[in-house]
């Protein structure tokens, strides 16, 4: 490693609020966590043990984290700081990260977690890999319709990142089957999303909260304000049922780490990023929230109960 990258990686890791060390690591793996969500903290950890224990631990590998703000600046800073320090692989968690990371490199490999539908997210690129978070939206809306009958679904989403706009479409492809009707709601930013999604449960049966950074950021007030209107909400992202949302279906996060970690472990050992197949979801929790429940006076029907793989009492 040359003396102009020691020098840069040095600068990365003091900004970065990373630990010095003498000498710079062999291979140099840059992380950006967008929105610092509870989903993509738990795939992290993950990642780092996974990664530890495929032979890239300290002294084989340093990884560098951001945690830049759910905004488009804030990713391509985050993503421009490792492509300065032409780091060996960069990954990132949720789409916005990744669609970011595509535009300001072609030539270093980027390994992406937790992006819904990856090739309708346009992230199939020669110099990516990944895993993709899909999990079939049609089981966890049917579920919703066995547990309360709605007619009006309010779809929260981010208009700007392609895996949020992929699973508003999918809601709304869904709608004339399964017997209801979609609001969209269209958020660019967190200050958006308060006021429109408070307005939107207030005309609506339930609340779907898509797997935006920026609507990620905001899904607790999302969750209250919906439950304060006696409105359930449901998402495909993992943490928010912990949070007060009625149903999650959706990908463990853990798991999400552990292949993003296989990967980037191929890619250091020589394999073409291009080469691997994206890796899906294999470990899918139904989580039901019985809190949530009572709190809205739905009684959950015993099929329910018995599908959900993790309930919250």
Do not use: H
């Amino acid at each position: 490693m040359n003396l102009k990258r020691k020098v840069l990686l040095l600068l990365v890791s003091m900004a970065l609020g990373a630990a010095c060390v003498a000498q710079a690591a062999e291979k140099t793996v840059g992380v950006v966590l967008s929105g610092d969500l509870p989903r993509y903290k738990e795939a992290y950890n993950s990642f780092v043990s996974s990664l530890e224990k495929g032979g890239y631990g300290p002294g084989k590998a340093t990884v560098y984290l951001q945690t830049p703000n759910p905004d488009r600046m804030s990713w391509v800073n985050s993503v421009r700081k490792f492509v300065g320090v032409e780091a060996d692989v960069i990954v990132t968690f949720g789409g916005a990260a990744t669609t970011t990371a595509i535009k300001e490199t072609n030539t270093i490999p980027i390994v992406y977690s937790f992006v819904y539908d990856p090739e309708a997210c346009g992230v199939k690129k020669k110099n990516t890999a990944g895993v993709s978070s899909k999990v079939p939206m049609v089981t966890l809306l049917k579920t919703l319709k066995s547990v309360t009958p709605f007619s009006k679904l309010a779809v929260v989403y981010n208009p700007d990142e392609a895996d949020s706009v992929e699973q508003y479409e999918e809601a709304a492809k869904n709608a004339s089957a399964l017997g209801y009707q979609v609001n969209k709601v269209a958020c660019k930013t967190a200050g958006e999303v308060k006021g429109k999604a408070a307005a939107a449960a207030g005309s609506c049966d339930a609340v779907f909260v898509t797997a935006s950074a920026v609507v990620g950021k905001a899904a607790p007030g999302i969750i209250s304000g919906s439950m304060k209107a006696g409105k359930p909400s449901v998402s495909q992202s993992p943490d928010l049922a912990g949070q007060g949302a009625l149903l999650t279906l959706a990908p463990s996060a853990s798991e999400q780490g552990e292949l993003a970690a296989a990967l980037v472990a191929k890619i250091l050992a020589g394999a073409a990023p291009g080469g691997l197949a994206v890796e899906n979801a294999r470990k899918v929790d139904l989580v039901l929230n019985l809190k949530a429940a009572k709190t809205l006076g739905i009684k959950v029907p015993f099929d329910v109960l018995n599908a959900a793989t993790k309930v919250i009492k």
